[in-house]
């Protein structure tokens, strides 16, 4: 297990499928890890002396898997919550307003994307 450190300390919500509180979360997921690590998210990876952790293999792209260029805002409401959708314009630096209703932030999302 590992714990991932986000850059705001206050940070609370939800960033590439993790649950964070007060900045931090915890995954195994190593695919996530290094996507973290490459967007300068600190991470704290916990070494098990009874199993050691194997070399880190490249993970070749580490974009994350949030695809909304070709997706409709239909398709987006199915497939994201509300926090998702959140998570991923907080990543784009879109402004929006925490009483946004999960439609009204599907458009900025939308928008951002054209």
Do not use: C
């Amino acid at each position: 297990m590992a714990k991932i450190i986000a850059p705001n300390p206050d940070f609370t919500g939800v960033s590439a499928s993790l649950h964070f509180v007060k900045g931090e979360a915890e995954t195994e997921d190593e695919w996530l890890l290094q996507w973290f690590k490459s967007k300068g998210y600190e991470v704290e990876e916990q070494q098990d002396s009874e199993n050691p952790q194997e070399p880190e293999e490249d993970l070749g792209d580490l974009e994350p898997k949030f695809e909304t260029e070709n997706l409709s805002a239909e398709a987006i409401d199915e497939q994201y919550n509300k926090d998702e959708i959140k998570a991923r314009l907080d990543e784009l630096e879109i402004e929006y307003k925490s009483s946004d209703n999960k439609e009204s932030l599907i458009e900025l999302l939308k928008a951002s994307s054209k």
